[in-house]
């Protein structure tokens, strides 16, 4: 999942982008609204964090400009705990929540998840399919038992998570390669040629060959699961 975070201040940005890569984010910082402004228009993102007060463009302003150009992309205002106002403004300017500074990380990172799924029509975070547990809270995957015995946890490493996070939020959706790299990393992250297909390589061995299909040409999905 690719994050956008607005935020012109130095050491709450370092933390916040540190917290959310810890958690498998790609991760893009921007420091002033203008420049927030500009690559919203370019690019897509699963969640924009949108500090307020902003140089060069007021935070409300970003978001009332996103909105006009009817994109839909969740977005998360950060206003401090007095600032009643800025918050109602945000909301009406079309935020999805918000958070108060100083952060709760933990707080942050609940509303960040609870927004992603809810944009891809999820109330539930835990998903079973292909015979497979999968929580996007834990990072954990487990492999069921059709004998009801304990479920067997499996080994994955953070970016074979980030990539199965991509495919199982809408599965029977397929991703190209460059789709799934841009959700994987963040401006200022190498990215080698094949690094996906590594990843998928890699998911296919531990979750078994039915989990993730090549579309020809086109890419993978993670193909919906049938059985009741
Ligand atoms: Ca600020």
Redesign the pocket.
């Known amino acids: 999942m690719r994050l956008l975070l607005v935020?012109?201040?130095t050491m709450?940005g370092d933390a916040v982008r540190e917290v959310l890569r810890a958690e498998g984010f790609a991760v893009d910082w921007v420091r002033d609204g203008a420049a927030a402004d500009s690559v919203l228009g370019s690019e897509t993102f699963d969640l924009v964090l949108l500090?307020?007060?902003?140089?060069r463009l007021d935070?409300v302003e970003v978001l009332r400009r996103l909105r006009a150009r009817r994109n839909t992309t969740p977005v998360l205002i950060?206003t401090a705990r007095d600032a009643v106002q800025d918050r109602i403004a945000g909301l009406d300017a079309g935020a999805d929540d918000y958070v108060l500074k100083p952060y709760d990380l933990d707080e942050l990172l609940a509303r960040i998840r609870a927004l992603i799924r809810r944009s891809h029509g999820q109330a539930d975070s835990v998903r079973e399919i292909h015979g497979l547990r999968l929580n996007p809270i834990t990072h954990e995957a487990l492999r069921l038992s059709p004998d009801g015995a304990a479920p067997t946890p499996i080994q994955l490493s953070a970016r074979e998570w980030a990539v199965l996070e991509v495919l199982m939020a809408r599965p029977g959706v397929v991703y190209s390669r460059a789709q799934i790299e841009d959700k994987l990393y963040g401006w200022k992250d190498e990215v080698s040629s094949n690094a996906v297909e590594v990843y998928i390589h890699g998911l296919r061995k531990k979750l078994g060959n039915a989990v993730i299909e090549t579309v020809r040409g086109l890419g993978y999905t993670m193909p919906r699961d049938d059985t009741p």
């Open positions: 935020e012109d201040d709450i500090d307020l007060g902003l140089p935070g950060v």
